[in-house]
């Protein structure tokens, strides 16, 4: 197993509800949680009438937040066009959501070109061997039922040597903890600061602040446990 230090992401995706300014409330949270990386969606449920509405203005006031915040802040580039904004700022690494994966292989050969970290999550990937073959490529195991059984977790790899991390869309922590216990070097969880929002699903399977504090601490001390032991 690697042994390399977790990096935890609070995925905000769209759980501002589309009120824009909700966003610095959340990656507030998210550093408060101790989250390494506030991440949100861009090119997905984004025009001027949307949920998810991002242009540059808005994704410049994401980054200012993020500083003003001391949390990196990182985008999911889902359609060409969302590539198109975040080239324009200074950004450590990517993340690819699956549906991605299949919709736009193309995209993601420009991305893995400007040779930074690039997590791609697998959710909707169903063949036995990984899409690209880049070392800046970093997969994630992801299962894309929202939300995700505790059944379907018999799924999860029994160690983590193929996979770089885990993306999480079970309700609790279960599932981060399991990935965890074998391996995952990352965790994304989705963020939430009211479970209640009926506004989209995601907020069911998020975790609140103090969940995710939790996930963070204890993740950290299963995570040595591993390294120590293994």
């Known amino acids: 197993m690697k042994k390399n230090k977790i990096i935890f992401v609070a995925e905000i995706g769209m759980n501002a509800d589309g009120i824009f300014k909700n966003n610095e409330k959340l990656i507030k949270a998210a550093s408060y ?14 025009d001027k009438s949307d949920i998810n509405f991002l242009d540059h203005k808005r994704v410049k006031k994401i980054f200012d937040w993020g500083r003003k915040y001391n949390i990196e802040i990182m ?3 889902i359609k060409p066009y969302a590539f198109d904004i975040i080239k324009k700022f200074k950004v ?15 995209l993601i050969k420009k991305v893995l070109k400007e040779k930074k970290e690039t997590f791609i999550s697998l959710g909707w990937w169903k063949k036995n061997y990984f899409p690209f073959k880049d070392k800046n490529a970093k997969y994630l195991f992801c299962i894309s039922n929202y939300p995700t059984n505790h059944k379907d977790l018999k799924n ?39 479970k209640t ?3 989209i699903r995601d907020h069911a399977l998020s975790a609140t602040p103090d969940e995710f504090k939790i996930l963070v601490d204890q993740g950290r001390k299963i995570k040595s446990l591993v390294n120590e032991i293994s």
Do not use: M
């Not at 949680?33 to 984004?46: E, P």
């Not at 193929?162 to 609790?172: E, L």
């Open 92 to 106: 450590k690494r990517f993340k690819i959501a699956s549906r991605t994966v299949i919709e736009y292989p193309e």
């Open 33 to 46: 949680a101790g989250a390494d990386i506030a991440k949100f969606q861009l090119g997905w449920r984004d």
């Open 156 to 194: 999860l790899p029994k160690n983590f040597d193929k996979y770089f991390g885990y993306s999480d869309h079970v309700i609790g922590l279960e599932g981060c903890f399991l990935a965890i216990s074998r391996g995952a070097n990352l965790i994304e969880k989705h963020f939430t600061l009211d």
């Open 197 to 199: 929002s009926k506004v």
């Open 75 to 77: 985008f999911s580039i």
